[in-house]
């Protein structure tokens, strides 16, 4: 494996537990008002975007980590709107 390739998968990586946290905290705690719903909107729209110009560039430590991340947005909105007191 070349160190594009390592470094492409550990940023992959790293990227996608970024959201691990947020989504347990938020469903042990059943509260979401804290948590930006314009932020998790712009997290969809920036990584479906990496996800598009992953697959054009055939990067797939890229997809699948934008991939990931946008499916932990979708949770995060869907929790948003189960939890938070605002909706």
Partial sequence: MTPEVIFGWAASTLCTFLL???ILKAW????????????LVLSVAANGCWVVHAVL???IPLIVGASLICLMSFILI??????????
């Fill in 57 to 59: 560039t055939a990067n």
């Fill in 28 to 39: 042990s705690t059943k509260h979401t008002d804290d948590i930006s719903m314009n932020m």
């Fill in 20 to 22: 691990l946290p947020q």
């Fill in 78 to 87: 869907a929790f948003k709107f189960r939890f938070d007191s605002r909706f």
